[in-house]
Structures are given as C-alpha cells and as structure tokens.
C-alpha cells in the first residue's frame, strides 16, 4: 500500500490528479485505516478545489491517527479556505492545535532565559533570526527578500536559518544579500527541530522570526520548544499558528482592523501601511501594453491554485 501511496504523491506533484486519486482510492481500499493515504488524498482534493472533501479526508486521518503533525496542519490550512478567519470555529481549532501541539513538545522546552543569562550592553546589535524553508522560488521569498537584505548591521546581526531542501538560483541570490548586510546564513534543511532550536539558542538570538506558519515544511516545533525569548510570525500564513509560545504576528490595519472579531493566540503588531514589501525578479520582463487600451474591456487573471479560487 505505501507504494501506491507513494507513486500518488509523485503524481499529485506532477498534477496528474486523476491518476493519483485512483491509486489513493485503491490504497485506502486495501487499508482503510491507512491514515497517510487519507491525508494524502485531502492533498489532492484540496489541489483541486474541493475543499470540503479534503478537510474529510483530513479528519479521518487525525481519527485514525490524532497526533498527525501533517493532518492537523493540512486541516487547518484548509478551513482558510472556505470560513472567514474571524469565524470562531476556525480561531478555535487553531488554538486547540496549538495547545496540543505544546503539550507534546513539553519535554523539550529550553530552559528561560532570564536577563542576567543575556548580553544586556547598552546599544549592541539586536540579533534577528529568520527561519524559513520558502528561501527559494518561492511566493513568500518576494517579501522575505527586502527585510533579509535591508537590515542595518549597525543595529541588527542577522541569522537566517534556512529550510530549504532543493535551492535555487533565488536561494544563492539571497544568501549573498544576506552576506552583503554582514548577516550568517545557516543551511538547517536536515537538522531536526530539536536540535535547531538548541542552535538557535546557541546563536543568543533575541527575536526569531518564522515565515511559515501552517504550510509546508514548517519549523513551528522550534518555536514551541521556545529557541528564542521573543518569537514572532510573520508573512507566510493568513492566520493564527496557534502556539501561546509564538509572542506577536505582524499583521497591518488592512488585514487585521483594530475591530476584527478574529483572535489569535499572539499579540498582533500592525505594521504601517503595508505589512509586507514585494521585491519583483530581477529578470522580469518589462510591463506590456495595457491590453484593456485596445480591447476595451478588462481582462482578469489569477495565478493562484484552485484551492484559493471560490
């Protein structure tokens, strides 16, 4: 059955969603209880659009197995995706997985830092670390980029932690920016997340920064085992993470009004206007002519996946 599981992720992948359903559908019917088979198939059902039948799919899953790490996310990253974030059900599974999820990582919470562990000099560089695995051609690495690469290193001693299991031509691009500011680039992709947190520690970072949230290839384990005294989420993700060890969420008015009946398990930080920056690729071609100019009418278009289209 895993086989066959396997070859589906392998085609989900290549988007061939039509063969890699029949083979889920035959691994689940040899083994109903095979419960990567049933989040796999929430996968795909979510690549496609059907949202309500991938959060199904999800939630027998966490039945068969309720500690699933990629179950519970995949499901919460779901309900995104038909609720409004403000809809309390969805605020509620966040912080219920997030509780959760820290009980599980109890045993492994680093020790507090308490101030006289800590280098307290008047005006030294606050040391920022960011932890990623989206440091490639990625949509969030056009927004990490201009924080990563405009920090003063007067003021800031940078430390990337990046995740990314295959980099690319963005990723080195970035690594050099991150040079360029005086900033220490850390390939953790293969590091556990234990063990990223104790490097974390290591490194005396004061505020880490994780850019991920609920999607894929998530450290928020790092987080949960508290690596740094002042965690934040930022960019990657439209929600709470649902962990009370994650201290703020940098939000702007616009996504988050001062009256949102939407709640987080972090204090949220409205940055000035926009709380994020686009960086575009440098090899971009040059913007066309308006094609409404000679139409006359307008003309919509939408990159994203099927999953974000309602």
Known sequence: MQSLNNLAMVLTSQGKAGEALSLLQAAISALPDYAEAHNNLGVLQRDVGAIPDALASYERALALVPESRNAGQNRLLALNYIHPGEDPAVCAAHAAWGEAFQARHAAH?????????????PGRPLRVGYVTPDLFTHSVSYFAEAPLSHHNKQRVQLYVYSCVAKPDAKTARLRQQVAAVGGVWRDVARLPEQQLAQLVRQD???????????????RLGVCAMRAA????????????????SVDYRFTDAICDPHDTK????????RLPGCFLCYTPAPDAPPVAPLPAAANGFVTFGSFNNLAKIT
Do not use: K
């Open 204 to 218: 005396d970072v004061d505020i880490l920064v994780e850019l991920t949230g609920h999607t894929a290839n998530n």
């Open 229 to 244: 005294p002042i965690q934040v989420t930022w960019i990657g993700y439209p929600n709470s993470t649902g962990l009370t």
């Open 262 to 269: 939407q709640t987080f398990t972090e204090e949220l930080v």
């Open 109 to 121: 919470v680093l020790p507090e830092i308490r101030p006289a562990h800590r280098d307290m000099t």
